[in-house]
């Protein structure tokens, strides 16, 4: 690579310690083939804040879903992580359209985009590192979220059963599944029960 101003897209598997002059820069194409940016090498404010700790964000992308009643809408997201010790990775949905049913008040589009996300862009992270927040106008919220139980064990996760007597003969299986063992595109996931809370002070940090 040569002048100031030569740039190319290479994929991130070809780069290498032998890639002199050239940095990495954080926004990949994780859906596709996993790309990035390759720029001559200067100082750059967002590698630094990555290598110091700070709070790690991708861009904000687009992403088409139906509504409850089956129609195209589109919202935007993106995934940080907030810092060290106890690291997160936080789901930021933002609602850019009036006119589109908000993640904020349906838990059925909220739950869609959810899984997509979580299939698509954090497939094998522990569900408990992760948290979702929703943005619509000066509203910004935290849900808390939940495995589909029945989906769960469908899919041959591992959980304890015990088997409970009710009486005259009948039987009840108690489930208990450790929050370790629930693996993000491993199984169905909902905020159908979750009520919007504040967001604390870490994660919003991290979005900032």
Not at 26 to 33: H, I, K, N, V, Y
Not at 53 to 72: H, I, K, N, Q, V
Request: charge should be positive; proline fraction near 6%; glycine fraction near 6%.
């Amino acid at each position: 690579m040569s002048g100031s101003a030569s740039t190319r897209l290479l994929p991130v598997a070809s780069l290498s310690s032998s890639a002199n002059g050239c940095v990495l820069l954080q926004r990949l194409d994780f859906a596709r083939c996993s790309v990035g940016w390759v720029v001559p090498d200067r100082p750059d404010r967002r590698n630094l804040r990555a290598e110091r700790g700070m709070p790690y964000r991708t861009a904000f992308l687009d992403l088409t879903y139906p509504d409850e009643s089956a129609r195209p809408c589109a919202l935007q997201f993106r995934i940080a992580f907030t810092e060290a010790p106890e690291r997160f990775g936080i789901i930021q949905l933002r609602h850019v359209n009036p006119d589109h049913q908000s993640p904020l008040n349906s838990s059925i589009v909220r739950d869609h985009v959810l899984n997509r996300i979580l299939d698509v862009y954090l497939r094998g992270v522990a569900l408990n590192a992760i948290r979702l927040v929703v943005e619509d106008g000066d509203t910004l919220a935290l849900f808390a979220i939940e495995v589909d139980i029945h989906d769960y064990i469908a899919r041959g996760n591992p959980y304890d059963a015990t088997h409970v007597t009710t009486g005259r003969g009948r039987f009840s299986e108690r489930v208990a599944i450790r929050t370790d063992s629930v693996i993000a595109g491993r199984a169905r996931v909902h905020t159908a029960h979750a009520k919007p809370v504040p967001v604390p002070k870490e994660i919003a940090a991290a979005l900032r």
